[in-house]
């Protein structure tokens, strides 16, 4: 088992190893080179990009027996925690191809996607009303990117100045999402494609890199 | 920005929101903050990434298949079936639909899962002191409701036998141990008195949680609140 990938220091490697084309620059090669084919981020990534068949039984060895005991622990019943095996896993067949590593590490994904699917199960067994799904109460990464942009647009404008100021602390790859969204004021798409990375990737950087400014700005005032 | 927060959840119940322990209400209250808090929102991605440690660590014997305690049944037989199902290319697209609540004199914004909540209708009681209470059932371990106090109202003194958590969403109101504002956390229990009154006026969400929701691992540190019964003591008037 592989250690887990620092979420922050990660995401330089993403495009890289997502599309699997060779590297556009030599700093890209290394980090790319870095990749342990047999990671669990690895066989994440193949299975999300090709539907890898070899790679997700891979995973499933790995990762099966740990839900289960998850399962056993969470809801403390031998056939929830087995229905949980097979919807998470599910979950993991269906979801891989929005898998990349700016959402941190594979193992952090499968648990946080079981630990949703367990919420559902329980519930479900309880009967209790359906009102609100695991999904709505554990977001899935980057959905509140776009609210976020649209309600920091005005302060920020006006805050550029200070901000730039923080610039420098930036991970360059998130300051120059932040700046083609603000100083450019292109949309996200257009970001992405200046930027040539994927639209996921562009908006988990966007959220990385506001919520590093928020937090610097937020400690001064 | 979110720098005026002042009141956040524990820890311990951010390491219960990350493990998946606590009740649905619960979750809900700390999901509505952290979709306001960045420093909650960082809190919990960090927190996440321990149980994933955690995990992993307490299930190693499990997947070296060397735990006797448990028997993991074989379950090689899913593979084919999971493999044939189609896989998602892009995330669902949200349902934008009911997400505000219509004021005296404007509209607040409800935070994503408090919009899902209030989405089959609120019905509003009148309560004495000028509140306005509407409850929603998300289980069975608490009381889940939205409050809107009107400008100058008051509640009449009270206790809690549960612990009871309390977000703003808009307006503020005070008591005895501070002033309270949009995205606040606020959490009482059996130890405090309080006699919350309002001059802006103010929307809120509350939860009030029994000690059902604390069964097992990590979310054990709660069992302090263990010795409070579940039963809303407010004597009105």
Known sequence: MTTLAPTMGSFQMASVAKDNTPARTSKMADAASAVDQDSDESLLI???????????????????SRIYAMGVKLTRNEQLANDLVQEAMLTVWQKAPLYDLDRGSAQSWIFTLTRNRCFDILRKMKRQPSTVSAD???PPEGELDSQFVHEEQGSLEAEVEKIERYYDQLPAAQRAVVEQIYIYDRTHEEAAAALNIPLGTLKSRLRLGMGKLRQLLGTEE | ?????????????????????????????????????????????RLEAQATVDWLKST??????????????????????????PQLREQALEDDSVSEIHMLDHSVKLPKVLA???????????????????????????QCEFLYMKPGSQVPVHKH??????????????????????SDFVVRDKSHTHQPV??????????LDSPLMFTSGLARLLNPFLRYRFNRATSMG
Not at chain 2, 5 to 33: D, Q, R, Y
């Open chain 1, 46 to 64: 193949a299975v999300g990009n090709h539907q890898d068949t070899a790679a997700f039984n891979l995973l499933f060895g790995r990762f099966a």
């Open chain 2, 116 to 142: 899902k909540v209030a989405s089959k209708g609120l019905v509003w009681k009148k309560l004495a002191g000028g509140i306005n209470q509407a409850s929603v059932t998300l289980d069975d371990q608490t």
């Open chain 2, 161 to 182: 036998q549960g612990t009871e958590v309390t977000l703003v969403l808009d307006g503020s109101f005070s008591d005895e141990m501070g002033k309270y504002e949009k």
């Open chain 2, 60 to 85: 190693e014997s499990v997947a070296a298949d060397k735990d006797d305690s448990l028997s993991v049944p074989n379950f090689s037989h899913m593979v084919a079936d999971i493999t044939s199902q």
């Open chain 2, 1 to 45: 920005m979110n720098a005026e927060v002042k009141f956040h959840p524990a820890e311990e119940l951010l390491i219960g929101f990350a493990n998946g322990t606590l009740s649905a209400g619960m979750n809900v209250v700390i999901s509505a903050h952290i979709e306001q808090c960045a420093i909650c929102r960082e809190k919990t991605s």
């Open chain 1, 136 to 138: 709505d109460i554990w």
């Open chain 2, 198 to 207: 309002s001059e802006e006026g103010c929307l809120c969400f509350a939860v």
